[in-house]
T-cell receptor, first 112, second 114 residues
């Protein structure tokens, strides 16, 4: 079945630095790749997503890149701020209808 | 616009008991998905309901069951609770069935099984 692997599991950066989180997926038919942010004790919230017909998408300080050949996609956060500290999850469609498979998450800590 | 609400927020059960968790979807959304999130893990898909019918199911045993009502709210029922069922149960609503659109999550119901 579909598998999504996410790295690193923890990431610590200084405020103002960039952060990159990478995910790989196994199903070459996957066509939708969202990223969710979950602050401590809060609900996951979508921050950006990309569909398979484009290679990159940007939204202010956040960008996602997709390499369909290598079956991996990455989240890039530039000029990090303390409020970016959270757990970030990547996801990809699973085998069954409605199924979204999430990675295990990356805990990002931004130090002031 | 009302967001996704879940109840109860916390509950404690003992092994073998049954539990019902409830979810009200965001207004205008006709699809509800349920996820189990163990501590330190990503959400894991349980099932999805679209227009009152189960639309897809993850790798969970039959003792996990659900319902969706005409107003698109939903229930998750778990029978014969096991210790490993301890987790945060997240409900997410969306517009339309499938897995290629934004999920709007509730705050979750944290279940502890003793």
């Amino acid at each position: 079945g579909e598998n999504v692997e996410q790295h690193p599991s923890t990431l610590s950066v200084q405020e103002g630095d960039s952060a990159v989180i990478k995910c790989t997926y196994s199903d070459s038919a996957s066509n939708y790749f969202p990223w969710y942010k979950q602050e401590l004790g809060k609900r996951p919230q979508l921050i950006i997503d990309i569909r398979s017909n484009v290679g990159e998408k940007k939204d202010q300080r956040i960008a996602v890149t997709l390499n369909k050949t290598a079956k991996h996609f990455s989240l890039h956060i530039t000029e990090t701020q303390p409020e970016d500290s959270a757990v970030y999850f990547c996801a990809a469609p699973g085998g069954s209808q409605g199924n979204l498979i999430f990675g295990k998450g990356t805990k990002l800590s931004v130090k002031p | 616009e009302t967001g996704v609400t879940q109840s109860p927020t916390h509950l404690i059960k003992t092994r073998g008991q049954q539990v019902t968790l409830r979810c009200s979807s965001q207004s205008g959304h006709n699809t509800v998905s349920w996820y189990q999130q163990a501590l330190g893990q990503g959400p894991q898909f349980i099932f999805q309901y679209y227009r009152e019918e189960e639309n897809g199911r993850g790798n969970f045993p039959p003792r996990f069951s659900g319902l969706q009502f005409p107003n698109y709210s939903s229930e998750l029922n778990v029978n014969a609770l096991e210790l490993d069922d301890s987790a945060l149960y997240l409900c997410a609503s969306s517009l339309g069935q499938g897995n290629t659109g934004e999920l709007f999550f509730g705050e979750g119901s944290r279940l502890t099984v003793l």
